[in-house]
């Protein structure tokens, strides 16, 4: 192992490989700030300029575009409350707050410098423990991943901590979306309308384009009026320097994130999605003031952009020790790997070696370039969607329908978008968000499988009730579900008592 570090060390510092993990941030970070297109569709799109590399040069340029494109979807999100990728769907929940208030530079500082640090805590983590953290994945049956999607599910009464009524409404739309398609075991079509082009199901980049992008759109043109005007990043002196003290007075909040971040992308098919509202989730549970949150505070940009960027480090964790990517950019990684003759697996250590520690080696690097063009080139990037309202809106229009056609070249999907974003628009004035409709599309399917898939298992073994509640790691789920569904309820009577006892005093 000793030789694999030197020769990737020499490997990763030559000039050439520099500049293409530099190029492939920039070039990811472009590409994840403009919303519609996800740091898949970035990989996906790059990945035939990789044909004519070697398996070294090609790795480390799809690396940075993994890391550049899930940093570049914050960059939207706080400006224009559109996620450039799903990841940075938390991000928008604090960061354009944040940004309406005039401090669009403190959130973007603050995602920057949270996402470095996650970064670089999931690539600590990816060097150091994978073998033992792919094993821990390994023990994911059908029964986890159920219990994991019902945690998540309970994740709703945070997001809507205005109306858990209207939060769980929102989630059993999102769960009724995610039916639609053919059953995963069993085959029935279900809520097609005789489309054939339905039978896939929905694409969540579809949904999730229709109810972040249109509904905002609409709301720009809606106040042209009273004179709406886009987040714009006013430099200011010395805020850089403040913000980055302020968060490294906060290490709990960068470590808790970070490791939930790695913890999630280590699981196969939870995303950064996930990641960042489960952080993002603890982060409102451990705070002393959680009533501030979603009202523009650095905490939450910072939660949900370190656990989001960390997710990157561990999603590749089962990807290069047992080749299960832990998300759909992961994916396209691996058929990257395939392509270059190199098949993951415990074997890639060995025969291997030195092409998979200079992969590993240049997501430090990577995570790196990659806090120092977001803390000074964050507001240059901006500018690509940082336009007035008569540009913005048919430009985020525009790329929304491209984004949309892109994932599967079909028509039905833009007709799709456009109507999640129509529904998106109304269901925001009954005071419905986006976050629980489009949480409940994630996980239901995740749900489905698991629970259907654990019933089979279960008949076959004889008892379904212990297999749901007899395993360890499920347990701990189911305790950590009803943690999280009964915390806002906790939560609520501890401020009325506050509120009782600051009125006698």
Known sequence: MAEFFLTA????????????????????IIIGCLPGLTATMAMAVLVPFTFTMNAVNGLIMLGGIYVGAIYGGCISAILVNTPGTPSAIATTF?????????????????????????????????????????????KFGPPEYFWLAVFGLTIIATLASDSILKGLLGGALGLLLGTIGMAPLGGDVRYTFGLPELQAGIEIIVALIGFFCIPEVLLMIENRLER??????????GVALKVIKELLQK???LLRSSLIGTFVGIVPGA??????????????????QPEKFGT???????????????????????????????????????????????????????NFGD??????????????????????????????????VNYLAPFIVFLSVIGSYAIRNNMLDVWLMLFFGLVGYFTRKLGLHAGPIVLGMILGPIAENGYVQAVLMGRAAGSTVSLFFTRPISIVLIILSLVSALWPFFQRKRRQKEGVNTHVE
Not at 9 to 28: E, M, R
Not at 313 to 338: F, Q, R, Y
């Open 271 to 288: 995303g950064g999605n996930i990641a960042g509202l489960i952080s993002y989730n603890e982060a409102v549970r451990f705070s002393k």
């Open 9 to 28: 060390l020499q490997n990763i510092f030559l000039p050439h490989s520099l500049l293409l993990a530099l190029g492939g941030v920039t070039a990811g």
């Open 251 to 253: 290490p709990g909040l």
């Open 355 to 388: 092409i998979t520690y200079t992969f590993i080696f240049s997501l430090f690097i990577s995570n790196i370039f990659m806090l120092v063009l977001g803390l000074y080139g964050a507001r240059y990037f901006a500018r690509l969607i940082n336009l007035p």
């Open 228 to 237: 709406y005007k886009l987040a714009q990043v006013k430099t200011q002196k």
């Open 94 to 138: 604090d960061g354009f707050p944040l940004a309406k208030k005039g401090m669009a530079e403190h959130a973007l500082v603050t995602a920057a410098f949270a996402s470095g640090v996650g970064g670089l805590i999931g690539t600590v983590i990816l060097l150091v423990l994978s073998p033992i953290l792919a094993a821990v994945a390994l």
């Open 296 to 350: 523009g505070i650095i905490e939450g940009v910072a939660a949900s952009e370190a656990s989001n960027n960390a997710e990157v480090g561990g999603s590749l964790v089962p990807l290069l020790t047992l080749g299960i990517p832990g998300g759909p950019p992961a994916a396209v990684l691996l058929g990257a790997l395939l392509l270059q003759g190199m098949r993951p697996g415990p074997e890639l250590y060995v």
